[in-house]
């Protein structure tokens, strides 16, 4: 009997995307991706523009489901025909863009009280209370930013960094099963970018939680995590788990992607990316 | 003599202030809660209305119809909301499907265009007879005062429950809420829903004062439930909940001494709703005005 298949933690089974079918715009996003998440994963995924990363993520977070046929597995249980709010239950997500995964109009308290109900019903109990402020000071203190104290400031007028630590939180402080990463440093300033990453590794290493984070740049793939899956196309090329990943360069990547993939490593911003 | 025309437009103003609030609370929750442009109210106004005649001609309570009233304009906005989140149809044009489709159910629930209340024991009478004085411009503001209370205060503890929160945030931020488990097509239901009771409940108050419902007094609601909102919003930039709902009221006071004055200065009533138009662009267009003053760009209006 296969043991390993019932602790994954997500289970992907051909999962497949084709978007404008019947159009002459029809493009198959992902082919038949089988893929298995164990606990306390930390998988980085790594691919040129058009590789399915970005689909990847939004099916594994409900956005929208696979082709028929496929399945979508969360700790055990078949989410793939549930609604994206329903996903939410098991999967936090951080955006790219930091004014995606916070609401501007609303305080940092409001933020993050939305945040602690994930995967609970929302009733007529007052949204905040002393205890929440307890835990979101404790939960907002050790990024080292100060918003701890500024837990009645409304949101849009945080910078971009700022906003993307507490999406980061929000993603997290209710503890789903799952954190989805999808190129959440991108849009920020190279040393912004350096302190969202490392408190990204801290909260992950802390609370023990599985991570897939989405990049485009190799250096961060190779250095964060314990296992590495490239995309091209619409399919995994390549999987690399703990013990290869340690010894892997930069190079060897690119020499993996050009067998996998037959041909030349074209897309510059892969190969550039060294932040 | 002047402080008695003073006197009399200050709680003309008043009275229509309080009375029309309710609207202008609904079209709060919609368009500045939610972000939904709701046209809705045109045919809710004038459903909650006719529900509440009918009831009272009938022989019902008069604040049994006024709570049938509300229900009516409940279930009005829920539509809306469905026709939305369920059938996919954008938020502008279900408003205005469902205010050209309650012109006939109006006519229906009424069975003809107009109902005369004039003897009948409406909300304010019968609080009047409670009290054993005659119905005046005073307990009318009293009663009005009351209820605009009552349902600010509910307001505002529901928009700050966890459900009334995750509605605020529906409005601000859609994926984001829905990434955090919340289900956004009930948020927007029971935010369109809410907002269509408070402006039957108004409807139906404004047919018990005047003495009669008719089937077209809700024109032009809308314009005038935004016109409250954006008066308020300019006037007292609110932040916060219930500094927001304090803005719509007394955007809605603000909104009705205009008028008043304007009726006074000897303007046609039938010219209202264009000086209210004119209000509301006036006010929609001053941001793009100041950004082309200072040559900055602003992105075309969504057509949708």
Not at chain 2, 61 to 89: D, E, P, Q, W, Y
Request: hydrophobic share 50%; proline share 3%; glycine share 10%.
């Amino acid at each position: 009997m296969d043991t390993s298949k019932d602790q994954s933690l997500l289970q992907l089974r051909s999962v497949r995307k084709v978007f404008a079918r019947g159009t002459i715009d029809e493009v198959t996003a992902l082919y038949g991706i089988n893929l298995d998440i164990y606990p306390d994963d930390f998988v980085t995924i790594i691919g040129s523009n058009g590789a399915g990363k970005s689909t990847l993520l939004n099916i594994i977070a409900g956005v929208f489901p696979p082709e028929m046929g496929g399945k979508v597995i969360i700790g055990g249980e078949d989410v793939t025909d549930l609604s994206e709010y329903k996903h939410a239950t098991y999967v936090g997500r951080v955006w790219q863009e930091p004014h995606v995964g916070t609401a501007g109009k609303l305080t940092i308290e409001e933020n993050l009280s939305l945040a602690l109900l994930r995967g609970r019903p929302r009733g007529l109990r007052p949204s905040l209370n002393k205890q929440h402020r307890e835990l979101f000071r404790s939960a907002l203190a050790p990024l080292g930013l100060g918003l701890e104290d500024r837990l009645n400031t409304l949101v849009g007028t945080l910078s971009g960094g700022q906003r993307q630590a507490l999406a980061l939180v929000m993603a997290t402080i209710s503890k789903p099963v799952l954190l989805l990463l999808d190129e959440h440093i991108a849009t920020l300033d190279p040393r912004t970018a350096q302190i969202v990453l490392n408190l990204s590794d801290m909260i992950v290493q802390r609370e023990r939680m599985t991570t897939i984070m989405v990049t485009h740049n190799m250096e961060l793939a190779l250095r964060y995590g314990n296992r590495l899956i490239m995309m091209h196309k619409g399919r995994i090329i390549v999987d690399i788990g703990q013990q290869d990943k340690q010894a892997l360069t930069i190079n060897d990547l690119v020499t993996a992607f050009e067998q996998a993939a037959g041909e030349q490593l074209t897309d510059e911003s892969m190969l550039l990316s060294h932040r | 003599m002047l402080p008695a025309t003073i006197q009399g437009i200050l709680t003309s103003s008043l009275s229509d202030g309080l009375i029309y609030a309710f609207v202008a609370v609904g079209v709060f929750i919609t368009f500045r809660v939610l972000a939904f442009p709701d046209l809705t109210v045109d045919g809710s106004f004038v459903t909650g209305g006719s529900i509440a005649a009918v009831m009272i001609v009938s022989g019902h309570n008069s604040f049994l119809a006024t709570i049938a009233a509300i229900g009516g304009g409940l279930a009005c906005g829920a539509v809306t909301g469905l026709l939305n989140t369920k059938l996919r149809i954008t938020a502008l044009l279900a408003g205005i499907l469902m205010m050209v489709s309650l012109y006939s159910v109006n006519l229906r629930i009424m069975s003809g265009a107009n109902i005369p209340l004039l003897r009948q024991i409406t909300i304010f009478k019968s609080i009047a007879n409670f009290f054993g004085t005659a119905k005046s411009v005073i307990l009318v503001i009293g009663i009005l005062a009351v209820l605009a209370l009552i349902v600010f205060m509910i307001l505002n503890w529901f928009l700050r429950t966890e459900l009334g929160l995750a509605l605020r945030a529906s409005g601000d931020n859609e994926q984001m809420i829905r990434g955090l488990g919340s289900d956004t097509d009930k948020n927007t239901i029971i935010g369109c829903s809410l907002s269509n009771g408070m402006v039957a409940l108004s409807g139906a108050l404004v047919a018990q004062n005047q003495g009669f419902c008719d089937v077209n007094m809700g024109i032009g609601m809308i314009v005038m439930g935004l016109a409250a909102v954006i008066i308020g919003g300019a006037l007292f930039h609110p932040r916060g909940v219930a500094s927001m709902l304090l803005a719509a009221l007394g955007g809605t006071f603000v909104y009705r001494l205009f008028i008043t004055i304007a009726l006074r200065l000897g303007l046609a009533p039938g010219d209202l709703k264009l000086i209210t138009a004119v209000l509301v662009v006036i006010a929609l267009c001053i941001p793009y005005i100041q950004k082309k003053a200072r040559h900055e760009w602003m992105p075309p209006a969504v057509k949708f």
